[in-house]
């Protein structure tokens, strides 16, 4: 069984109604690629509910933790402590992309926060955008530099393309873990440990294309190093 743990928080259906509906047909969507590409039952669940005693009463063979558009500051310790207790704890292979990332690398110790704010009058189209106006941020189908080789990054050459909606970040790699990706913007993209199989993309791996199907073979490379995948 796969794993998918939704981090988006209740608040966005209710302030939002037309994003929340979204963000649900996206959820469902990853869920059935998850499927697709393990051959194995992917349940999602609420990062809310998740704790050691309910994973260990299922037969789980690999977590993936979504990303979030509602702010972290709307998010109590107490819904969060779960979640960050299996993730401490390694027992899993995992895969955590964006703000999954980011509670992955803040979990074992690391700060996280806005990449910073836009100049006056920079002329950027991301300046405008309505999620985080003025802020420096990254959006669309970008290219990330490897900086270092990554069973991870296996068949994707030295700038993969992938999906990105972000405008914050993990300011340094906590304990144990190392930095593989980045891009000019956003200078941790990818992080590994060096003991566990722990994973965490800055980028959105699970919005992949046909025109742009890295986040594909990436995840493909996930289940293989989780051994989901021969």
């Known amino acids: 069984m796969i794993?998918?743990?939704?981090?988006?928080?209740?608040?966005?259906?209710?302030d939002d109604p037309g994003r929340g509906a979204a963000s649900l047909a996206n959820r469902l969507r990853?869920?059935?690629?998850?499927?697709?590409?393990?051959?194995?039952?992917?349940l999602t669940?609420?990062?809310?509910?998740?704790?050691?005693?309910?994973?260990?009463?299922?037969p789980v063979r690999a977590l993936l933790v979504s990303g979030?558009?509602?702010e972290f500051a709307h998010y109590s310790a107490e819904s969060l402590a779960g979640l960050r207790s299996v993730l401490r704890s390694a027992a899993y292979p995992t895969l955590a992309f964006c703000g999954g990332c980011q509670i992955l690398a803040e979990s074992?110790?690391?700060?996280?926060?806005?990449?910073?704010?836009?100049?006056p009058d920079t002329d950027d189209d991301d300046a405008q955008h309505p999620l985080a106006p003025g802020m420096i941020q990254e959006r669309g189908f970008l290219p990330v530099r490897v900086?270092?080789?990554?069973?991870l990054f296996a068949g994707l050459g030295e700038q993969p393309i992938f999906l990105e909606s972000h405008y914050w970040e993990v300011k340094a790699p906590p304990p144990g873990f190392a930095v593989y990706a980045a891009t000019a913007k956003c200078a941790i993209q990818m992080l590994a440990h060096s003991a566990y199989p722990l994973y965490a993309t800055q980028f959105h791996p699970e919005y992949y294309d046909e025109e742009h199907p890295d986040g594909r073979r990436l995840i493909e490379n996930?289940?293989?190093?989780a051994g989901v995948l021969a």
């Open 3 to 14: 794993i998918l743990v939704d981090l988006e928080h209740a608040r966005l259906q209710q």
């Open 30 to 42: 990853i869920q059935y690629r998850l499927e697709d590409l393990s051959g194995d039952v992917c």
């Open 45 to 58: 669940m609420r990062y809310h509910q998740v704790t050691p005693v309910r994973l260990a009463a299922l």
């Open 68 to 70: 979030n558009a509602t």
């Open 108 to 119: 074992y110790g690391a700060t996280i926060g806005p990449i910073g704010a836009l100049p």
């Open 147 to 151: 900086i270092q080789p990554h069973p």
């Open 222 to 225: 996930f289940f293989r190093l």
